[in-house]
């Protein structure tokens, strides 16, 4: 039996870390089907020099406008672009769309740092993803009344900074049991941004730190007037969902009737 003397708290700290690891790892498995037709490539950005992952449906037609996901990865190592990539490209090749999945600075949520690194961080985050979608508007046909935008986990800071900001290019925004901080997006969007669908969830086992954030998002969004906002639960702890995610945003398709995606009959009852 361990023995400890003296103060006990630094041990504490560091088991508590460990412990926020271990539930955080157990929960970063990609279980997603693997099996697509097309290669998902590191593309790299020529004016910024970062990196993003691509994948382009086998379906995608440039005669016809393509809807494009984009998925927020949360702390590295533990979740990266590339392990988004994986979770959401079998999605991305039945909905005939395009999948962008970038390299973050700011979805670091173990450790975020304070407001003035953070906005930092996610602005230029911000610029990097609107200069692909610059680039992406001139290789493909793309649908720009169904661009969507999702995160996991620390990828919430970028999520509702960039979601939030630009109302007028993406169709309905997706945290999926993401971070959420007040103090980077209060007063950074316009007033149409309270149009926006918007969808969080987090697991009913999920980490605590996941839930409070999550149900804060919830909170200030209703206190600040969004119009259509949706708070849900998922059975178990911090484990991908992207198959909620895609049923939410076919339920704000923008052209043409809904169609029920065949990954998820229903989305899960709200709390």
Known sequence: MLKMSGNSEPMTKIATILFLFTSVLA?????????????APLIKEPITGRTYKLYVSSRYNRSRPAP????????APWDTADRQAMEWKKIAEDQGAILVCPTLLSSGGMFPPGDTQLHK???????????????????????????????????????WFI????????????????????????????DAARQMPVLIFYGSSDLAPIVNQSKNAYGYLTEKGFQSVTITTTPGGHVRHPEIAIEFFLR????????????????PDGT
């Open 27 to 39: 929960g970063c498995a990609v279980t997603q089907e693997q099996n697509v037709p097309n290669p």
């Open 68 to 75: 494009v996901i984009i998925s927020l990865h949360g702390t």
């Open 121 to 159: 961080l996610l602005l230029q985050d911000e610029l990097f993803l609107l200069t692909i979608l610059g680039q992406l508007h001139f290789k493909f046909n793309i649908d720009r009344r169904n661009i969507f935008l999702t995160s996991w986990s620390g990828g919430g800071f970028p999520l």
């Open 163 to 190: 979601g939030l900001r630009h109302p007028d290019i993406f169709s309905a925004i997706c945290a999926r049991q993401s971070n959420f901080r007040r103090s980077t997006v209060d007063g950074w969007y316009p």
């Open 252 to 267: 704000h398709w923008q052209r043409g009737p809904y169609r029920p995606s065949i990954l998820s009959p229903h989305l």
